[in-house]
């Protein structure tokens, strides 16, 4: 093995509505994601097309409790120093800061909350990344604006960065403008608060929705510049390179737009502008975008520091419409299984050489540092009567891929800050809402039904990581 970076962020990665629980303490309002139920009624809600903008006795959420990391925190942040964490990336719940998403004063317990959070993560040597908003829109904000799509949402989130950048400069330094920013396209409600009404342009909903938050995310750099020169901020896409299902060039063609569909937001968030092919796209769709005077230039002036991405697997797509109907490729994406690959549990194919594919192309297309903050395996766990857990399956899933990133750093020379892989600690799933699909390196004691005792246990992969990083990835 070659040798990482010198100062290379090994570490892992959460989102706030994901593992926090306490959902109505401490002063936080409610999020979209609250009402997204577990159950058959999830995805018609995340996907906007089953309006629920309260919760009911009917329904479980498992956001409510999740895995209570917020009375966790201590123990938790342990843990991961124990492995040898440089860095923890979370999310804040902005209903937390704003319980309304654009109160004019902040919320000092939810303040407070992360301040501390942040002060265990530095008594470790952990470097905190700061995702401002994973999934999560304020539904005091979609019950007045309808989320996303209303240009105020712009002022709202640009109101409640700032009240973090005031308070945390000096504590956190690098940022993160909005989670897989590109699922806003996938999981309209979940990602950005948007709903439809019947024979609404979904299309031109969602650019414009997209719009606001390109133009947002820029509001937010120049600001976090502004307020705290040392930070980095970054875009975050959902990432997985499109493979042509067959060297046939309609194939070719098919996988080479469905890239550049994906990555259409992290084309302005990190050259400034809109590319020339998405101008055309929306004209054919008939999609008007409304925009101000200013935005233009505001693009061009609040462009990331360094991408980010996640990564689980790649993506295979056809013209051949037979196949495209059996789709079963990615739960979320329109893509079609790939025959050389296998795939998790969940159906996702498992491709460490995509991850080095995937890299490749972002920093031919952007040459900006890149950062790996989502790669894991979504997998059923067995507790053994010792209560061991012998995870072999999530080792070997990794080690293959921080091969691959290994190589794309050594072999191909490719700048990488760092690698957090998702859910080091067992948390609520975000497709799903299973806590049955788990990624930790450190079980949680707590089933689908939200039964347990959320007691923490350390998996073989627990003390596998830790070597790793201890060697700085030459044990692997
Ligand atoms: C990413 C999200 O899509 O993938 C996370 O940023 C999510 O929030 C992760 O949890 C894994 O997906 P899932 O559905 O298995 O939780």
Request: charged letters at 25%; hydrophobic letters at 40%.
């Amino acid at each position: 093995m070659g040798k990482f970076p010198k100062d290379f962020l090994w570490g892992g990665a959460t989102a706030a509505n994901q593992c926090e629980g306490a959902y109505n303490e401490g002063g936080r309002g409610l999020s979209s994601v609250d009402v997204v139920p577990f159950g058959p009624d999830r995805f018609p809600v995340a996907l906007g097309q089953l309006k629920m903008l309260d919760c009911d006795a009917e329904h479980f959420y498992p956001s409510h409790e999740a895995i209570d990391m917020y009375h966790h925190f201590k123990e938790d942040i342990k843990l991961f120093a124990e492995m040898g964490f440089r860095c923890y990336r979370l999310s804040i719940a902005w209903t937390r800061i704003l319980p309304n998403g654009d109160d004019a004063q902040p919320n000092e317990e939810g303040l407070r909350f992360y301040e501390e959070l942040f002060d265990e993560c530095h008594k470790y040597g952990i470097e905190p990344l700061v995702t401002l908003c994973h999934f999560d829109t304020p539904i005091a904000l979609i019950k007045k604006y309808g989320g996303w799509k209303d240009r105020r949402m712009v002022d709202a989130y640009a109101h409640y960065c700032e009240v973090l950048f005031q308070r945390f400069r000096g504590k956190v330094k690098y940022w993160l403008t909005f989670n897989e920013i590109n699922m806003l396209l996938h999981m309209p409600f979940m990602g950005a608060g948007l709903l439809f009404a019947p024979g609404e342009n979904v299309q031109q909903v969602k650019y414009q929705a997209a719009h606001h938050e390109l133009v947002a995310s820029a509001k937010a750099v120049k600001l976090a510049h502004a307020i705290m020169p040392d930070a980095m901020v970054g875009c975050m896409l959902a990432a997985g390179q499109f493979y042509p299902r067959t060297c046939a060039p309609a194939d070719v063609q098919a996988a080479a737009e469905a890239d550049r569909d994906n990555y259409f937001f992290i084309d302005v968030q990190s050259r400034g502008e809109y590319p020339v092919w998405a101008k055309k796209r929306m004209e054919r769709a008939g999609i008007a975008l409304q925009t101000e005077p200013g935005d233009e230039q505001l693009l061009k002036e609040g462009t990331v520091d360094f991408i980010s991405f996640s990564y689980y697997s790649s993506r295979c797509t056809t013209v051949d419409p037979e196949l495209m109907n059996k789709a079963s490729g990615n739960a979320i994406m329109d893509a079609v299984k790939n025959p050389y690959l296998k795939a998790s549990d969940w159906g996702w194919a498992i491709d460490p050489v995509g991850l080095r594919i995937t890299m490749n192309s972002l920093y031919d297309r952007y040459q900006k540092p890149l950062f790996i903050v989502e790669n894991g395996l979504g997998a059923v766990d067995k507790v053994e009567a010792d209560g061991s857990i012998h995870d072999t399956y999530r080792i070997d899933y990794l080690r293959a891929h921080i091969e691959q990133m290994e190589k794309a750093i050594n072999e191909d020379g490719l700048p990488l800050l760092g690698y957090t892989t998702w859910g080091p600690i067992d948390l609520v799933s975000a497709s799903t809402g299973e806590m049955k699909k788990r990624y930790g390196f450190i079980y949680v004691d707590k089933d689908n039904e939200g039964k347990g005792t959320l007691a923490r246990s350390r998996k073989d992969s627990f003390y596998w990581y830790k070597k790793v990083i201890a060697s700085d990835g030459e044990d692997l």
